[in-house]
C-alpha cells in the first residue's frame, strides 16, 4: 500500500482530534481571507474617493510643492489652456487620460454680514463640469462611483462650502444643515467694533460690490463675500452665492472649505491681471499607467524646456500612505497571530499520533521501512491536514463574502462624507498565497513529530506497551 494511502487513512483514525485541527485550519484561513478582502476593498474605495476629489496627477510649477502653499498665485501656471491641450492632444497620455482640468488654490477672509460673521477660509476654484466626469471614476468596480451630494452648479458666481464652515458663519438654515444650531447674533455696533477684519471687509465690499450682490437677496439664499491679496499684494473681494454646505470627512478641511468656479477663484487671486491656475489636474482611466503617464509628462517638460513638476494623489494626500502602512501592519500581525495558533495545534496533533502510534513505528522499522520513509510519512500527514483545513476554509470563506455582497451591507470610512456599500472581493492572488501559506506551515509543523518518530530506537518501540 503506497505511503499517501497509509497518510490518509491515519489522518482520520482519531476523527475528533483531527476534526479540531481541520476547524482550527478553516478558522484561520477565513480570518486571514475575510480580513485581507475587507482592508484591500477599503484601501482600493480610500484610493478611488481620492483619486475622485484631486485626480492621479498634478501638474504644478516648479517649487509650489514645498513653497507654494502660502503664496499660491506666486507658482501660478500662465497659458494654463495651451499647456492642457498639450497634454490632452500628446498621442502617448491620450490614452492614458479621462480628464485635463486646471485648478486655482486661494486663501483668503470669508465674512457673513447679514450674521456678523467671519472665517479665514482655503478655497478651491474647478470647472464644475469635469469635477462632477471625476467622480463617476470607478476603475476598480467597486459601485461607489459618484456622491451623495448635489453637484456645484455651472454658475460664475456660486459655490459649495464646508458644513463647519457654514456652521460658523451663520448659514444653518439657509442651507439646511442638519445637527447645527445658529451662532448667537451679537449686537451690530459691538460686532463692528470687535471685528476690525468685518470691518475692512465691509468697507472693500461696499467700495467694489461684485455682480452677485446686484441681484435680490432672497434670490441669492446663502451668500458671503470672500477677501484675499492678489498676486501683486492688493486687497481683493468677491462674493459667493452657496448652494450648499458639503461634508468633507475632516474636521478640520469642514470648517475651512470653499468650492468655487475656476473663473471667480482666479478673479479673486488675480484681480485685473493674468489669469493663471495653481495647476492641472489629470484623472487617468487607470491608476496601472500612473508610473508612465507622470514619466511621459517630465519627457515633455525636458524637451520643451518647461519649469514644472509632477505630483501624484498619494504625495498630495501623506494620510494615503499612512493608512495603506497602517493596513499593512493590521493584516500581518493578524496573519502572523493565527499562523501561530495553526502552528501549534497542527504540533500538537501530530506529536499526539507518534505518542500513540509507538509500537507500529517499531514494527515497521523492524520490517524495513527507512528512517526517511517514517519521516516522510508523518509529514505527508500534516501536509493532508493543511490542505483539507486549507481548501475548506478558502471555499467557507468565498461563501461569507457573496452573502456579504448580496446583503448590501454599509458602513462609512475614515474621512468620507457618508455610508459606501461593503464589498469583500477575495483576490485569486489572496486565496492562493493563504491556501500555499497554510499547506506549508502545517507540513512544517509536522516535521519536528516526524523527526522525533524517524530516530526512534527499533527495539525500545517494539517493546513499548
Request: aromatic share 8%; proline share 4%.
Amino acid at each position: 500500500m503506497s505511503i499517501a494511502k497509509i497518510a490518509f487513512r491515519n489522518v482520520f483514525r482519531n476523527r475528533r482530534r483531527s476534526t479540531m485541527t481541520v476547524s482550527t485550519i478553516i478558522v484561520g484561513a477565513v480570518s486571514v481571507l475575510l480580513i485581507g478582502a475587507m482592508l484591500g476593498f477599503v484601501t482600493l474605495d480610500f484610493q478611488s474617493s481620492v483619486v475622485r476629489r484631486s485626480g492621479h496627477l498634478t501638474i504644478y510649477k516648479k517649487g509650489y510643492f514645498e513653497f507654494g502653499a502660502g503664496n499660491s498665485s506666486a507658482y501660478g501656471i500662465a497659458d494654463y489652456q495651451g499647456l492642457a491641450t498639450m497634454v490632452r492632444d500628446d498621442p502617448v497620455l491620450r490614452p492614458m487620460i479621462t480628464i485635463v482640468t486646471p485648478v486655482q488654490d486661494v486663501l483668503g477672509l470669508a465674512g457673513n454680514y447679514e450674521a456678523d460673521r467671519s472665517k479665514p477660509f482655503f478655497g478651491r476654484g474647478i470647472v464644475p463640469r469635469d469635477h462632477a466626469q471625476m467622480r463617476q471614476w470607478d476603475d476598480f468596480h467597486l459601485g461607489t462611483a459618484g456622491s451623495s451630494q448635489p453637484e456645484m452648479p455651472d454658475d460664475l458666481h456660486t459655490g459649495v462650502v464646508g458644513i463647519g464652515m457654514g456652521r460658523i458663519l451663520g448659514l444653518c438654515a439657509a442651507l439646511h444643515i442638519a445637527r447645527c444650531n445658529a451662532p448667537p447674533r451679537a449686537a451690530p455696533a459691538k460686532a463692528a467694533a470687535a471685528d476690525p477684519q468685518i470691518q475692512q471687509l465691509s468697507a472693500l465690499r461696499d467700495a467694489d460690490r461684485p455682480g452677485p450682490d446686484t441681484t435680490n437677496k432672497a434670490e441669492q439664499g446663502a451668500h458671503i463675500d470672500l477677501l484675499a491679496a492678489t498676486a501683486g499684494g492688493a486687497p481683493n473681494v468677491v462674493g459667493l452665492n452657496v448652494d450648499h454646505a458639503e461634508s468633507q470627512g475632516s474636521r478640520e478641511i469642514d470648517d475651512n472649505y470653499v468650492l468655487m468656479h475656476l473663473e471667480l477663484a482666479q478673479q479673486l487671486a488675480y484681480g485685473r491681471g493674468e489669469h493663471k491656475v495653481t495647476g492641472i489636474v489629470l484623472q487617468l482611466r487607470r491608476s496601472a499607467d500612473l508610473q508612465a503617464a507622470r514619466t511621459r509628462l517630465y519627457e515633455i517638460f525636458k524637451t520643451r524646456h518647461l519649469d514644472l513638476e509632477v505630483r501624484d494623489f498619494s504625495e498630495l494626500t501623506p494620510l494615503y500612505k499612512q493608512v495603506l502602512a497602517f493596513f499593512a501592519f493590521l493584516f500581518s500581525f493578524v496573519a502572523i497571530v493565527l499562523a501561530v495558533v495553526v502552528l501549534f495545534t497542527v504540533v500538537n496533533t501530530m506529536s499526539m499520533a507518534v505518542m500513540e502510534r509507538i509500537d507500529e513505528i517499531g514494527t515497521a522499522r523492524a520490517l524495513g521501512l527507512t528512517r526517511a520513509k517514517v519521516r516522510r510519512q508523518f509529514m505527508l500527514e500534516g501536509c493532508l491536514l493543511g490542505v483539507i483545513g486549507a481548501t475548506l476554509g478558502v471555499v467557507v470563506a468565498a461563501g461569507i463574502a457573496w452573502l456579504m455582497n448580496i446583503s448590501n451591507v454599509s458602513w462609512t470610512p475614515p474621512t468620507a462624507a457618508g455610508p459606501v456599500p461593503l464589498k469583500l472581493f477575495i483576490s485569486d492572488s489572496l486565496s492562493i498565497g493563504t491556501w500555499l501559506c497554510l499547506v506549508a506551515l502545517a507540513s512544517l509543523a509536522s516535521l519536528f513529530p516526524a523527526n522525533r518518530a524517524s530516530r526512534m530506537n527499533v527495539v525500545d518501540a517494539l517493546r513499548h506497551v
